[in-house]
């Protein structure tokens, strides 16, 4: 039993929900001395909590799960001598009911040093020692993460990070893994929003984001192109697509009826313009892209986080899907940077409103441009299902935003009518 638990989840920004129910603890491994492995059952799932239980702790007061018996139990991810253990544990190799491996012939150098990485998402990264990144998965699916088994078949690709180990339950159900780091790196979001906050203020651009959204564009191509030589292509039903679009469809207008009076256009577009069009070519993707699962340095971009949408089921994470449901997540990351700057303003004045269009116009410009120099996908022929991914992904993000951050729901609403446009 680990004291505190059931109201320290919901506190966590990678737990799904505001009340985990009845929390069960149904495994606790050890993989260090004062540190196990916690796998928990909860209402909303399976999740794994590495969990420090010492005496005494020196971690940040939210990191502390409870305290019974004169015992502290905390986050071991916020111990620095723990999150060692753990990378240890992979480095060397070690068996048992956490099966710990490295990758034939990674080389795992000795750590330095342990900080955390920026904003947790669904899972937890800590840079070890400047050269590798150690990221634990906090929901635990039965069978091999989606992360470790695109890594794996992206070995050797410039865009991404080299795997260089991982743990997982029983050895089948991955915890986590220890990728490169990628040095001197600024995420794209944050690249992003400081080169349209530049163009809105006047200013001249520190970094031309938009200039380097082509070399993006080759990047996702890139590991587009190898995904489908080494995994397989095929083809997408129409039918079949336009279903799915139509059932998240009803989804958001259950929870957006502001959509309503939009509702026999978008079925025009999700449906009757999805079926009438050709099979689309599919294979696997990366199936979450956006600017913040992407890093630049010196020019060079990295895409990160193969896991997929972290709310759908490890069946749907490994289907195949057009290479377009990247490409539309992309887009709309960038209509996002826009959004963000409009509600963040203390004015917005129609100037404003005029250069943000134009960035995000021009940053779909260059990024489309370099997707489509490096890709066997024909985006003009294929202008009808990317503005339905487009469409699909808004409405998701209307959904999401309804339950999680009602302010930013005018952010995907916006979208949604914009990219309804005239339907002739």
């Known amino acids: 039993m680990i004291p505190g638990l059931a109201d320290w989840l919901p506190r966590q920004r990678w ?13 606790a491994e050890p993989f260090a001395d004062g540190g196990v492995l916690a796998i928990v059952d909860t209402a909303l799932g399976r999740f794994h909590v590495p969990v420090g239980i010492r005496t005494s702790a020196d971690v940040p007061a939210g990191a502390v799960i409870g305290t019974a018996d004169g015992l502290v139990h905390f986050d071991a991810l ?5 999150v060692v253990g753990l990378y240890e544990a992979v480095a060397a190799g070690r068996p048992g009911a956490v099966a710990f491996r490295p990758e034939p012939g990674a080389e795992l150098p000795l750590p330095v040093s342990v900080r955390a990485m920026g904003v947790e998402q669904s899972n937890t990264s800590v840079v070890i020692g400047g050269h590798s990144v150690l ?50 790196a600024v995420e794209g979001w944050s690249a992003a929003l400081d080169d349209l906050g530049h163009v809105l203020a006047g200013r001249s651009r520190d970094l031309d984001l938009v200039g380097g959204l082509g070399r993006l564009g080759v990047a996702v191509a890139g590991v587009h192109g190898r995904l489908g030589r080494a995994l397989g292509f095929s083809r997408l039903s129409p039918d079949t697509t336009a279903d799915r679009f139509l059932g998240r469809l009803d989804d958001t207008l259950a929870v957006a009826p502001e959509l309503a009076p939009h509702a026999s256009a978008l079925r025009v577009l999700l449906d009757e313009r999805v079926r009438s069009a050709e099979p689309a ?35 749907e ?16 990351s960038f209509d996002y940077v826009a959004g963000h700057h409009r509600l963040d303003a203390s004015t917005w004045s129609a100037d404003h409103e005029r250069r943000s269009r134009d960035w995000v116009r021009d940053a779909r410009r260059a990024f489309l441009t370099g997707y489509s120099g490096h890709s066997a996908v024909d985006l003009k022929a294929s202008k009808a ?16 935003e309804s339950a ?20 002739g």
């Open 15 to 27: 737990f799904p929900g505001e009340d985990a129910g009845e929390v069960r603890v149904v495994r």
């Open 78 to 82: 916020a111990d620095p001598e723990l």
């Open 135 to 184: 990221k634990v998965f906090r929901r635990v699916w039965p069978g091999e993460n989606p992360d470790v088994t695109l890594h794996r078949v992206l070995r050797e690709s410039p865009y991404v990070p080299d795997l260089l180990g991982t743990f997982a339950l029983d050895g089948t159900d991955t915890l986590g893994l220890v990728e490169s780091f990628v040095a001197d």
């Open 281 to 315: 070519v599919a294979h696997r993707v990366h199936g979450d892209l956006h600017l913040g699962q992407v890093l630049l340095s010196s020019g060079q971009w990295t895409l990160l986080d193969f896991e997929g949408e972290p709310s759908a089921s490890p069946t």
């Open 317 to 332: 994470r490994a289907r195949a899907d057009s290479p377009l449901r990247d490409v539309a997540g992309m887009l709309r």
């Open 385 to 400: 299902l990317l503005r339905a991914y487009e469409l699909d992904k808004a409405l998701y993000e209307v959904r999401y």
């Open 404 to 423: 999680n951050r009602p302010e930013w729901r005018t952010v995907p609403l916006r979208a949604v009518r914009d990219l309804i446009g005239p339907v």
